[in-house]
Nanobody, 123 residues
Framework: QVQLVESGGGLVQAGGSLRLSCAAS????????MAWYRQAPGKQRELVAA???????NYADSVKGRFTISRDNAKNTVYLQMNSLKPEDTAVYYC?????????????????WGQGTQVTVSS
């Protein structure tokens, strides 16, 4: 069993900042890629930022220069620092982690999702 627990969402004025966290717990052997997605009302879920186990990152064009993804492997946690927030950043944000679980036998790798956290940016 693996769980991802998100925190850090909320209401902020345009230009403000928020920091999201997503902590994984359970039968974890290792965590490969970690990512943040978001879904605004009436829109499809989209990738915001991702980070590999080696620390390489990529970002959606809409957040480049404003958002920073990072990870703390010792805590099994991924972060999303969001600066210069805009009303169009309003969405439910979900973390996603590709996790190799502890098991006997061949490696088993699964994608897990957090429960989602609301980010609302007022103009």
């Amino acid at each position: 069993q693996v769980q991802l627990v998100e925190s850090g969402g909320g209401l902020v004025q345009a230009g403000g900042s928020l920091r999201l966290s997503c902590a994984a717990s359970g039968s974890i052997f290792s965590i490969n890629a970690m990512a943040w997605y978001r879904q605004a009302p009436g829109k499809q879920r989209e990738l915001v930022a991702a980070i590999t186990s080696g620390g390489s990152t990529n970002y959606a064009d809409s957040v480049k220069g404003r958002f920073t993804i990072s990870r703390d492997n010792a805590k099994n946690t991924v972060y999303l620092q969001m600066n210069s927030l805009k009303p169009e950043d309003t969405a439910v944000y979900y973390c996603n982690e590709r996790i190799q679980i502890l098991t006997v036998g061949p490696p088993r790798i699964y994608d897990y999702w957090g429960q989602g956290t609301q980010v609302t940016v007022s103009s």
